[in-house]
């Protein structure tokens, strides 16, 4: 998760700060310091490395906390969501997003699970009733 992270701040604030840059230089430098941050999408190490060892962590990542929380009794829906979320990789709408919404899904369904087992929604009412 961290090369995912570095790769997407290098590229996403060096952008910025280049484009800003960009539009700072004297006229007749300008073709030279906007062709910059095309060169940084195009470097193997910051465009490509960095992305691909994000997203190889990620899906192992995400698959083996699938078959950890089976393992664990939780819901099958949870180890589906979460190997589904694995979609996050192909980035770009509707694909990333719905993988998104598949994390967001399998994280709040675990919370719910461990929240029913632990007994804590009988524990408010209880507590309600002392009173």
């Keep these: 998760m961290l090369f995912y992270a570095a790769g997407e701040a290098v590229l996403g604030v060096a952008?910025?700060?280049?484009?800003e840059h960009a539009n700072?230089?004297?006229e007749d430098e300008r073709a030279g310091a906007a062709s910059a941050p095309q060169e940084l999408w195009?470097?193997?190490?910051?465009a490509d490395l960095f992305a691909a060892v994000g997203s190889v962590a990620w899906a192992v990542a995400v698959f083996a906390?699938?078959?950890?929380?089976?393992?664990?009794?939780?819901?099958?829906?949870a180890s589906i969501l979460l190997a589904l979320s694995a979609l996050t990789l192909l980035h770009a709408p509707p694909t990333g997003p719905v993988g998104l919404l598949f994390f967001a899904a399998a994280v709040a369904l675990l919370a719910w699970s461990q929240?029913?087992?632990?007994?804590?929604?009988?524990a408010v009412p209880a507590l309600a009733d002392r009173g």
């Design 115 to 122: 929240r029913a087992a632990t007994g804590a929604d009988r």
């Design 24 to 26: 700072d230089v004297p």
């Design 42 to 46: 195009d470097n193997f190490i910051t």
């Design 15 to 19: 952008t910025g700060v280049l484009v």
């Design 65 to 77: 906390a699938a078959v950890a929380y089976r393992h664990v009794g939780a819901p099958i829906a």
